[in-house]
């Protein structure tokens, strides 16, 4: 089971044995940030800055919270907060719009057996170390939890402070620029200039004199001499990203630069000392490229002495979540809205799609649904982009051990069930909505036969 379908079957639990009339629960991250919330039933009675004042107040003293109030007829409410050792992965809240006693020893027994299972999903039980690398403004935008991801932050640590060239692979979308940004604001050529061209987007008849600069003279329109990008650079790092898409003539022209660590500008016959780093990216396979004779051998080898491959989106699912969290919480922000959630079969197409074009398209699809939700806070699966809502089919690539945590809620379940009713399995069947011998399966799936008397 992928995580939202764990959530929304602890919720379908919840609300089917205490039988509340409008339930809400809310799961944090490891940064104690909500990454998901759902609700069952119908409306709530409370308003929202009642029902907000409830769950501070109970989230504050991190233990449960219920009183009684009168809207036309008795509403009682309740906050459960999920929290262990200090630290909180979420809440439940819930209201039973009918006349009767606050809510009993039992189910606040039931409410405390979806801890471990919250805690699970929270990433409690193996917590990772979630990787952050920041954008020059300081914005976190490049960020996950995946193995791959551990490897590229593992390869930006031991490059940063060299002076070799680096070679930076991957498809249109991951995130190369970033991390070419990353590897010079927090290496040893952090004080000089970070100058980025995109060798795809100018002209080659322009290439040339923006990368080498120009004499007074070389050419109509030449009035004043003027440096080019990579002396610009000196002192720092040099960005050419998209170098794939470099003619064979200006490949030879780098490719003296870097054994040289001299430049020549267009017009000009003496040659000027720079010291720059290079970094450049590419989305094409260069070994191909190479073969095809379309990019120096030479060339080559000088530009990938280290090589860092940014990993696609659809090979990294853990960090969809991660992301979707993340983009929600920075655009809730800037919009001045209170913070959206996806609804859980909306998170399920996200985790479906194969996302071409990586975390620039997960970013410009966020981005896009809040705009079109409006006033509402949870965004609808119909608000999704035509090709998303068309994998509704695909399986999921889960990576997650979701069985497991399943299965450990059920168990809890089943033990505190049958505690209560002192393991009576008449009693307890027909308390927690099954057959008889639906209990006896239970009980011999999560190996609890010991317990019986």
Known sequence: MTRPEVISRILEVIVEVIQADFCQLVAFDHRQKPFYQQFKGGKPALSEGERTGIINRSLERQEPLSFRTNHGHDVLALCYPFSYRGRLFGFAYLEKHRNGTLFTEREMEILSSALPVIKILSQESDPPEEII???????????????????????IARVKDVNSPVLITGESGTGKELVARIIHQSGCRRQGQFVAVNCSAIPDNLLESELFGYAKGAFTGALKDKPGLIEEASGGTFFLDEIGDLSLLLQAKILRVLQEKEIRRVGENRSRRVDVRFISATNRNLEQEVEAGRFRQDLYFRLRIITIEIPPLRRRPEDILVLINHFLDKYSREMGRPRTFFSPPAVELLLKYEWPGNVRQLQNEIQRCLVLAGEN????????????RGCVNRPIPDRWDYSQAKAEFERKFLKEALRHFNYHRAKTAAAIGLTRQGLFRLIKKHGLENLMK
């Open 133 to 155: 690398l920041k954008s020059e403004n300081g914005e976190l935008e490049f960020l996950g939890i995946s193995q791959p991801l551990r490897v590229v932050k593992e390869l």
């Open 377 to 388: 806070q949870i965004i609808e699966e119909e608000l999704l982009s035509p090709e998303i």
